[in-house]
């Protein structure tokens, strides 16, 4: 299959040797770097060089918030779910891995963001102040001249809860030792002037540390409150100015986010360099290093160390089953290794799934969301968004995932007569192309043959079951276990089909050939004798053999059993339901645009309008449902059968461009 051959390696390098080999393997990008450090001293990093990474990528980091900060991104719906990465010449990279860019760059936007930051403090002051000095802006005394007075004392206070009738009732005291005057406060909040004699400053004071009352201190203002207010005024519009002008200085850092993104990648790739230095063991005089390789690069890397370093030792060996999983399917299976992903990466050795998954997700997802024309429009949604991402080869392979899925649905679409629901067959003239043509290919109708679809789903059922236990067969042939492939899986794959063939027989009778079920009825003896031997084999007693052979069959012992196979082959009904509730919702919501025909003038456009919106809804949600249960019946009634997850991703030592994309420059 196409699960990539490794080989494990193991080196042997001079400690003289190892920086300069350290460095040029992580340039080769070719190994998967395996820890055995439990068996060796770990080498110890250089903690410098490390801290010095970590703090570009802190400045890198807080240079990318600030562009998002003062310039965000408007992305379209598309957008987030596809991440819009920008796209780097490769011949950049030396010139974005430029330290001095990043630290004069860096210096200017910190003490640029300081500087709002000190700007935005003061405008606080200011609005602060002018909110204080508002009730008082229709007097025309200064403040210096009053904190002159030898003989007089002017307080001013401030109180959200009390009006002058409220101060008179609680502080009557107060009105005896000083003159109050109210002041136009605001709607939250009023000001008082007190006058009072010098003398009696020291017990007025007292009362107001009593009180809830506010002072407001005007030691150290100068001139007169419409004075200030005007100076407090034009300072404001000054700083408001300088805060724009450095606010839109800021905003052009955003033009920067393609050098930062790939500062930051080649970034994270050197401290991923350094990381991977705890893979390397050490002794007094040597390093010792294991990973594995593809077998199609060994030979580049023997040439490489032929050339480069011919004094450093190394050996191969087969890998074992520790080995990461590195695919390698062809262009038309490759997108559906998402598939396994999501699941988990099967294990090193086992045989790879890709193929048969393929296989069964299109057929699954081409009956639940079976029809023509919403197949079609899959198919050129995908088409446009591959283009237009056509320099991201994960999106270009997830959106080609999707486009033989709706080829699929296309298919399974015109054998169900299925075009957008009735739309064809109801909406268009019998003498059409269009119309012959849908009536030629159909061979059953989902809203009048239930009955027929339901059966052919639960063979469908009865044939992923097989094939989930096939491949389980081939796996322990894989590994030469020759009595579970014979007696616990090979046993299966008699047993389903023809007990499916009685079981029809049974509930329609004359319905199969009557050969066909004589030796169907003689097989389900044998797989059902295989199926005891299969738990009889498994232990040396005899009385529990017979127990444990019994169980076998019924499913407690193994994975497969009868009540198993009933209950996953039923669950497959799920897409009968899903392809009947597409058909149907495009069928109500056909009837729903034409009833706007026969409004005068915009009748036939809002026919089109409504019938294009609701056949769209209806395709988003038919696709989200089509998507998630046949990945559902995969992965609990399918991969149960045979599955064997656990393995971890080729990681080759190299560097990896997560949030750019590089491409040669064309000649």
């Not at 002037?193 to 009352?213: D, F, G, M, T, Y």
């Not at 004094?311 to 038309?332: G, H, L, R, S």
């Not at 050939?513 to 004589?518: D, E, I, N, S, Y």
Request: proline share 4%; aromatic share 12%; charged share 20%.
């Amino acid at each position: 299959m196409a699960i990539e051959k490794l080989l494990k390696l193991q080196f042997v390098v001079n400690h003289s040797d190892l920086h300069k080999f350290r460095n040029e393997l992580f340039h080769q990008g070719i190994i998967h770097l395996r820890n055995i450090s439990s068996k060796l001293n770990a080498f110890k990093a250089n903690p410098a060089e490390e801290q010095s990474l970590r703090s570009k990528l802190n400045k890198i980091n807080y240079l990318l918030e600030l562009s998002e900060r003062y310039s965000p991104k408007k992305s379209s719906f598309i957008d987030n779910f596809i991440p819009n990465k920008p796209i780097i010449e490769a011949d950049l990279y030396q010139e974005a891995d430029h330290d001095d860019y990043l630290n004069l760059r860096y210096q200017q936007i910190k003490n640029q963001e300081d500087l709002i930051s000190n700007q935005q403090e003061r405008m606080t002051t200011i609005e602060s102040q002018l909110k204080e000095l508002k009730p008082y802006q229709d007097y025309l005394f200064r403040f210096d001249e009053l904190a002159q007075g030898r003989h007089l004392a002017v307080i001013f206070i401030e109180s959200r809860n009390y009006h002058r009738e409220d101060l008179l009732r609680l502080y009557p005291s107060l009105f005896k030792l000083a003159l109050i005057e109210d002041a136009p406060g605001t709607e939250k909040e009023n000001s008082f002037i007190l006058v009072a004699p010098q003398s009696s400053l020291e017990e007025i004071n007292k009362i107001l540390k009593r009180s809830e009352l506010q002072v407001f201190s005007v030691s150290h203002l100068k001139g007169s409150p419409a004075e200030l207010i005007r100076e407090l005024e034009s300072e404001k519009e000054r700083i408001r100015l300088q805060i724009q002008e450095t606010t839109s200085s800021l905003s052009a850092l955003s033009s920067e986010n393609a050098r930062l993104l790939l500062f930051k990648d080649l970034n994270e790739g050197q401290l991923a360099r350094i990381r991977g230095e705890q893979f390397f063991t050490s002794s007094r005089h040597v390093s010792a290093i294991e990973g594995f390789i593809s077998a199609n690069d060994f030979p580049k890397l023997q040439k490489w160390l032929h050339d480069h370093f011919p004094q450093i030792y190394y050996a191969e060996y087969p890998a074992d089953d520790t080995a990461p999983i590195k695919f390698n399917n062809k262009v038309f299976f490759a997108p559906f290794e998402f598939l396994l992903r999501m699941f988990g990466l099967p294990r090193y050795g086992m045989i790879d799934p890709t193929p048969v998954v393929t296989l069964l997700f299109l057929i699954l997802f081409g009956i639940a969301f079976g029809d023509v024309i919403y197949g079609l429009t899959l198919f050129a949604l995908c088409q446009l968004i591959s283009k237009k991402y056509a320099h991201d080869q994960g999106t270009v392979r997830f959106m080609r995932m999707f486009k033989y899925a709706g080829i699929s649905s296309a298919f399974f679409g015109m054998l169900t007569s299925s075009w957008a629901g009735d739309l064809v067959s109801t909406y268009t003239p019998k003498s059409s192309l269009i119309h012959k043509i849908h009536s030629s290919l159909g061979l059953i109708n989902t809203s009048e043959h239930v009955m027929t679809l339901m059966v052919a789903i639960i063979y469908l059922g009865v044939f992923a079951q097989m094939t989930g236990v096939a491949m389980s067969m081939l796996q322990s042939i894989k590994e030469k276990k020759w009595i579970q492939a014979i007696f616990d899986q090979l046993s299966w794959l008699f047993f389903m089909p023809s007990i499916t063939l009685v079981v029809g027989q049974f509930l329609v009778p004359g319905y199969y050939p009557a050969m066909l079920v004589f030796w169907a009825g003689r097989i389900v003896y044998l797989a059902v004798a295989m199926i005891f031997i299969g738990g009889f084999i498994k232990t040396r007693n005899p009385l529990v053999g017979v127990f444990s052979g019994t169980l076998n069959f019924y499913g407690i012992l193994s994975t497969y059993g009868v009540s198993a196979l009933m209950a996953d082959v039923l669950s497959y009904l799920r897409l009968l339901a899903l392809a009947v509730a597409t058909s149907s919702m495009a069928m109500s919501f056909n009837l729903v645009s034409f009833l706007f025909k026969d409004i005068p003038v915009i009748g036939p456009l809002l026919v089109v309008v409504v019938l294009l919106f609701s056949n769209m809804l209806n395709l988003l949600l038919s696709v989200l449902g089509s998507f998630v249960h046949p990945v559902r019946l995969l992965f609990y009634e399918v991969f149960s059968r045979f599955y064997q997850d656990g393995g971890i991703e080729f990681n080759a030592y190299g560097l990896h461009f997560k949030h750019v994309f590089v491409k040669q420059r064309e000649a």
